[in-house]
């Protein structure tokens, strides 16, 4: 038996509109056409992608909208909240529904680090941006960003990693940046 607190069918409301804090409508009812396919699964482009310094590839928030926009049109998609957030001593934490065409098409939890609570706006936002990024991974859209292999070789051509000195705590430590960018504050190149 199902749980009630899982929807198979619109959760109604008024005017007739689906509740999407509930709803899983349209959830794997068809494919995307193939023109949206393939321009979700297209191959990432490497100038695209950035390395933060401990090594981790991302692809900034703004190109996974473009990518929505593309292949479902500008308001064709859209990310729902689907809990209130959660504010931890240190985290925030939201789970997200990204619709696409009036279907479900993918759900997520976004969290975001703060450090004071005069940051707790900036991770909610951050927080959004983090369930975004994980409901694409559903669609293909940067798959190559959790490949091992694609990582080593984007390293390999277009990253390099650089012994550095905090300006500030004078601290000693290597990072990556790209092969096309330089050491920037808070550090300089030892």
């Known amino acids: 038996m ?3 607190d899982l929807v198979l069918e619109p959760a109604n409301v008024p005017n007739g509109h689906v509740d999407w804090t509930r709803s899983y409508h349209g959830l794997s009812a068809e494919p995307f ?10 191959p990432v482009e490497p100038d695209d992608v950035e390395i933060k310094p401990d090594g981790i590839v991302y692809l900034p ?6 990518i929505l ?14 809990s209130e957030s959660i504010v931890t001593g240190k985290t925030v934490t939201r789970e997200y529904a990204l619709v696409a065409h009036g279907r479900l098409v993918s759900v997520s939890r ?14 909610t936002e951050g927080c959004k941006s983090n369930a975004m990024m994980r409901c694409c991974k559903d669609l293909g859209v940067a798959s190559e960003l959790w490949d091992p292999r694609w990582i080593r070789k984007f390293k ?3 990253a390099k990693d650089v012994f550095v000195e905090h300006m500030v705590s004078k601290k000693k430590s290597k990072i990556w940046i790209r092969k096309d960018d330089e050491v920037m504050y808070p550090w300089k190149k030892t």
């Open 156 to 158: 390999a051509n277009y």
């Open 110 to 123: 976004g969290e975001q680090d703060y450090f004071s609570p005069d940051g707790i706006p900036t991770a």
């Open 61 to 66: 928030e703004i190109k996974y909208r473009r």
């Open 33 to 42: 056409s193939k023109e949206a396919a393939a321009i979700l699964l297209a």
């Open 69 to 82: 926009n593309k292949a479902f049109g500008p308001g064709g998609w859209g990310l729902v909240p689907r």
């Open 2 to 4: 199902l749980s009630p």
